[in-house]
Every structure is written in C-alpha cells, then in structure tokens.
C-alpha cells in the first residue's frame, strides 16, 4: 500500500510537471509569433514615415482634409 502511494504522488508530480511545460511552450509560441505581427507593423510603419506619407492618406483623404472633417465633426457633432 505504501508504494502505491508513493507511485502515485509521484505519477501526480510528473503530471503536473508536463501540464507546466506544456503551457509554457504554448505561450511561448503565442509570444513569438504576436512578435512577428508586431515587427511586420513597425516595419510598415518604418516605412511609411521615410515615404513622408500619412496613414489617413492610405484611405484616400490628404492629411489635411482628414483633419479638418475631423475636427468640424468633433466640434458640431454633424457629420460632414
């Protein structure tokens, strides 16, 4: 009976030494690849600054027509 239980506390410690492992790796690999996303942004964004381009010019508005709608729409609430 004794080595049953000693067989078991330690099938129990192994088990939840592989659960740990387990999740870490999972959340390892999550990190890596939310890293990627985050480098392939910073490029894009890298980029478009050495362009001298604005983001809202991407959607087809200059950058100051953007920013006066904006504006208008904060200040009066009506849509332009």
């Known amino acids: 009976m004794k080595k049953l239980k000693i067989t ?3 099938a129990t410690i ?3 030494l592989a659960i740990t492992l387990i ?3 999972n959340s390892q ?3 890596r690849e939310n890293d990627g996303v985050f480098r ?3 490029k894009q964004l ?10 809202v010019e991407r959607t087809g508005q200059t950058a100051q027509s953007g ?7 904060q200040r009066t609430g009506s849509p332009t």
């Open 23 to 25: 999740l870490h790796l």
């Open 46 to 55: 890298t980029e478009l600054i050495a362009e001298g381009e604005q983001p």
């Open 29 to 31: 690999a999550k990190m």
């Open 67 to 73: 920013g006066d709608a904006a504006k208008t729409n």
């Open 8 to 10: 078991l506390i330690i």
């Open 40 to 42: 392939r942004q910073d």
């Open 14 to 16: 192994a088990i939840g």
